[in-house]
């Protein structure tokens, strides 16, 4: 049978396009089809704009800290409209990058919907159909709306880079990463900044220590956090959202936030009429190499609500072609991805937890938290944690946990350790880096605890 082309992408973000454009340059004849913008959350509505939002917030720190250490520091204030223009002229040049990177590759791209007909058949908004011998669907994921009373005056993370102004205040409900993210750069932008959350401690699934000590430093930093606290009902006040809570009495809010969950961008492809089986989220189930039920339909990124961050989607991009276009079988490996969370303090993480590794095995927990030089100068009361987990029997670092600024950065070469089985020894032999926060990770020598 001939098919019009080898592969066909449905999906124009990070994961997708990279699929497409390394199946490409094995010299196979791919397609792609994004019915909205090329770049996918991570580039358009997620990691960078929020990335640069990030960076927007911290100044007013610094400014403070500069004044703090001698100079004479004229802040006119932050002009969101014209923070706003620059965000979407760089988004703009970086979606003609990835529209750039297809072209150039051979992959002929399609601004269009595109859902399955059968195995091998996709059909676009534009009443198209094409053949292919693969089809991957990449399709990402979407922030959603709770099912309650007045949840359709809210916004979600999607709306946050199109605001017309800032609110003067708003309500952020939930206590992901994303939520105390947005809300740690909202504050920081000037907005007075309440969440909602209604579990026990913010950032459910991180080390327990460092995630309490990034709930300290979001309260010590004016953020507005009630633990234990959801909403039941919002209801439109003027140009404002008044809120009941599920404890207290209702308050107004200019904005409400929801940060409470994706969905995996599934609905409407067509795929359970064909045998391609969802999870209970909507998720693409697939195997070890990124195949579904169905052999010709692989799918991968958020979609199969793995591990939902883009340089997973990527390698798993990357796994697909050597499995499907190179001969070369490769699953994905899951295990030990470093992550960072941009709150403020950044967290950054890779491994397990102290709660999970003591749930494994006997460990011993090495932890140290303290002022850091730069802050204590001037009298900052902010603490940062530097932790390593260590299993007792193979005396490998099982997890490394970083609560600091620049934790991602930091983590990121932690992870390298981590990830080729280094022991404390290992981390004991290198010389520190003084004066440096991180160098606590290399001089910490009897353990806090043991479990």
């Not at 704009?49 to 250490?69: R, T």
């Not at 990058?97 to 051979?106: A, E, P």
């Not at 859902?115 to 959603?144: C, M, N, Q, W, Y």
């Not at 990357?318 to 490769?330: I, Q």
Request: contains cysteine; aromatic residues 8%; negative net charge.
């Amino acid at each position: 049978m001939t098919f019009d082309y080898d592969l066909f992408v449905i999906g124009g973000g990070s994961g997708g396009v990279r699929a497409a454009r390394v199946a490409a340059a094995t010299g196979a004849s791919v397609a792609l089809a994004e019915e909205s913008r090329y770049g996918g959350t991570c580039v358009i509505r997620g990691c960078v704009p929020k990335k640069l939002m990030v960076f927007a917030s911290e100044f007013p720190a610094e400014i403070q800290n500069a004044q703090s250490y001698g100079w004479t520091v004229h802040s006119g204030g932050f002009d969101w409209t014209a923070f706003r223009t620059h965000l979407h002229s760089e988004l703009d040049r970086l979606e003609e990058i990835y529209r750039g990177l297809l072209k150039n590759s051979g992959v002929t791209t399609y601004d269009a919907r595109a859902r399955l007909s059968d195995a091998h058949t996709v059909t676009l908004s534009t009443g198209e159909s094409f053949t292919a011998k693969h089809i991957l669907i990449a399709t990402g994921g979407a922030p959603v709306r709770p099912d309650m009373p007045g949840a359709e005056h809210s916004i979600v993370s999607d709306d946050i880079f199109h605001l017309d102004q800032l609110p003067r205040s708003i309500l952020v409900v939930g206590g992901g990463y994303i939520a105390c993210e947005f809300a740690c750069i909202l504050n920081g932008l000037g907005v007075n900044v309440t969440q909602f959350y209604r579990g026990a401690q913010i950032l459910r699934g991180f080390d327990e220590e460092a995630r309490g000590l990034v709930a300290e430093d979001m309260i010590e930093n004016g953020i507005n956090l009630k633990l234990g606290t959801n909403i039941m009902n919002i209801a439109p006040d003027g140009d404002g959202y008044v809120v009941k809570p599920t404890n207290g009495s209702e308050q107004r809010f200019d904005k409400v936030f929801f940060a409470t969950g994706r969905r995996p961008s599934s609905a409407d492809l067509g795929l359970e009429d064909l045998g391609v089986r969802l999870g209970r989220n909507g998720q693409i189930e697939v195997d070890e190499y990124s195949q579904t039920a169905v052999p010709s339909i692989y799918a991968i990124g958020d979609v199969t609500d793995r591990v939902n961050l883009t340089p997973v989607a990527i390698r798993e991009g990357m796994a697909f072609v050597e499995t499907v276009f190179k001969g070369n079988p490769t699953p994905v490996d899951h295990d030990l991805i470093p992550t960072a969370i941009f709150t403020q303090p950044e967290i950054g993480t890779v491994g397990l937890s102290e709660e999970a590794a003591r749930d494994l095995e006997p460990i011993e927990v090495y932890c140290t938290s303290f002022r850091p030089m730069k802050t204590a100068f001037i009298g900052s009361p902010g603490r940062v944690l530097m932790k390593l987990v260590v299993s007792q029997a193979t005396r490998r670092v099982l997890g490394c946990h970083i609560v600091a600024p620049g934790a991602g950065e930091m983590i990121q070469m932690a992870g390298i350790a981590v990830k080729m089985g280094a022991t404390k020894e290992d981390f004991d032999r290198v010389c520190a880096v003084h004066p440096t926060m991180s160098e606590e990770l290399v001089t910490m020598k009897a353990p806090v605890r043991t479990g």
